[in-house]
């Protein structure tokens, strides 16, 4: 299974993005895996909220092939323990999914369209993050639950 990350928006701060590279070179020892940056859109200013909701969703959905099963990362999604996370992975390795593609919106979530094409949404939390910090955290996550998934000590019970 491969697993990509879609995001609206680079990462400005060096430390994060620092932070990102990190993850991503231990993520690949265990899954191939993708970080996607989707540019942000040029003059938001003189766009409504739906209308930029629209056309992020149209970007996102350019970069999702058919046989992706796609997860937005949404604050209504469902709620995992990082054990539930890594058998949330397992299962869908054990389905036979080729690509397993996360997605984090823009500022204003998901277009209508987006909502209808995914196959699921998962919460990292009831709280609030920044979107360039969600992506650490989403493969960080993911990350440890490989390390779960092979009984590495990384993760502690």
């Known amino acids: 299974m491969n697993i990509k990350l879609l995001a609206i928006g680079k990462t400005d701060n060096k430390n994060l993005q620092s932070l990102l590279d990190e993850y991503i070179k231990r993520l690949n020892f265990y899954v191939k895996f993708d970080l996607e940056i989707i540019p942000d859109i040029k003059n938001v200013k003189n766009l409504s909220e739906a209308q930029q909701k629209e056309k992020e969703g149209e ?29 949330f992975l397992q299962k869908k390795m054990n389905a036979g999914i080729k690509t397993l593609a996360f997605v984090i919106g823009g500022p204003y979530g998901f277009s ?41 000590p990384y993760h502690h019970q």
């Open 112 to 152: 209508e369209a987006v909502y209808k094409a995914a196959q699921g949404k998962v919460s990292l939390s009831q709280m609030t993050f920044s979107h360039q910090m969600v992506r650490l955290f989403v493969i960080e996550q993911i990350y440890r639950g490989f390390t779960i998934l092979r009984n590495e």
């Open 59 to 87: 970007l996102i959905l350019s970069k999702i092939t058919p046989t992706d099963q796609l997860i937005l990362l949404d604050e209504n999604g469902k709620e995992f323990s990082s054990v539930g996370f890594s058998d």
